[in-house]
């Protein structure tokens, strides 16, 4: 029996039927990761680009009571337009789906309900993570904790420098959740395809990242895989560039009191405005090649089923 509070879109529907090859997308980087109308166009560039690589899109949010898994355009041109949209983690999920509000789903919603629906590749931009001075203020995204516990590989261009690297690093080992990049030794930093420390793990192919999941998850470990895709060269921003940004960024957060889950959207969108745009573009490139990645897995992952 399919949970009530989920509802599948026809086409992911009969995809996961036949067992075709499907990427999970998430809705809080559309309504609090980008701007209008940029986050609209990226949405359905994803969507897009995910079809051209061989899978079927199905972007997830939260409305009319129910976790929608697939959206219309229109639907997707909504959750990019309202202001009123809640960001929603795991712990929002019961108050949002009781109140029937609107949620955008981040990382950890997104893979708790791909996973439920039955879809197992999922790509972003970026994911959560240990922040900068989490010593003290105990911030660790719940992407995290979700990671360990769902069954749904997550593709993104690696942890940004907003969070500290090192202890998101630390995170994963600890939990016992692999880290791979694809293609280079080092781990990316999102908006960078260098961050300075070198990847726990590196594949070159998705028919080999597809046959680490399948081994992972026959063999009877839960939880997911970072599959780390770092930027296209061409599309850098450049690291100390970024750390200055960032540094301003954090201490704006601090002088104008953003605590808990606005912090993630206020640093996002400082960057974006201390840049002129130009991190949006970086961040625009990299959900793309995020996105063609994670067909591409999804199609290996399901051949080798
Ligand atoms: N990083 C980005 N863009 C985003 C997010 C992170 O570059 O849109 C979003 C994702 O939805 C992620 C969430 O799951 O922020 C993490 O928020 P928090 O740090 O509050 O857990
Ligand atoms: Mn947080």
């Known amino acids: 029996m399919m949970n009530p509070f989920i509802q599948i879109h026809p086409e992911v529907g009969a995809a996961l039927q036949a067992n075709k090859p499907i990427v999970a997308l998430e809705s809080t980087i559309i309504s609090h990761g980008m701007p209008w109308p940029k986050n609209v166009e990226t949405a359905l560039a994803v969507e897009k680009m995910v079809r051209e690589n061989g899978a079927i899109p199905a972007t997830i949010a939260i409305f009319n009571g129910k976790c929608h898994v697939g959206l219309t355009d229109e639907q997707i041109e909504y959750f990019g337009k309202a202001v009123d949209v809640c960001k929603v983690s795991l712990r929002d999920m019961p108050y949002v789906l009781s109140k029937q509000l609107y949620g955008a789903t981040t990382v950890a919603a997104t893979m708790r309900i791909a996973s439920m629906a039955g879809i197992r590749i999922f790509a972003t931009g970026g994911t959560g993570g240990v922040h900068r001075g989490a010593t003290s203020t105990m911030d660790i995204s ?148 995020n996105a063609k990645m994670g067909a591409a897995i999804a199609v290996a992952f399901t051949a080798g089923r």
């Open 142 to 289: 719940a992407d995290l904790t979700e990671m360990t516990q769902t069954s749904v590989a997550v593709v993104s261009a690696g942890v940004k420098s907003i969070l500290d690297i090192q202890l998101t690093l630390e995170y994963f080992e600890t939990k016992g959740i692999p880290v791979v990049t694809i293609g280079q030794d080092e781990f990316p930093s999102f908006y960078s395809a260098k961050s300075g420390y070198t990847s726990p793990l590196r594949l070159d192919t998705p028919t080999e990242i597809a046959a680490l999941l399948h081994t992972k998850w026959t063999f009877g470990l839960q939880g997911s895989v970072l599959i780390a895709n770092p930027v296209p060269q061409d599309q850098e921003f450049g690291n100390e560039q970024m750390e200055v940004y960032i540094q301003q960024a954090l201490n704006a957060a601090v002088e104008q009191g953003i605590q808990g889950k606005d912090i993630t959207p206020f640093l996002l969108k400082y960057i974006a405005t201390r840049t002129e745009g130009e991190s949006l573009q970086t961040n625009i490139a990299l959900v793309l090649n």
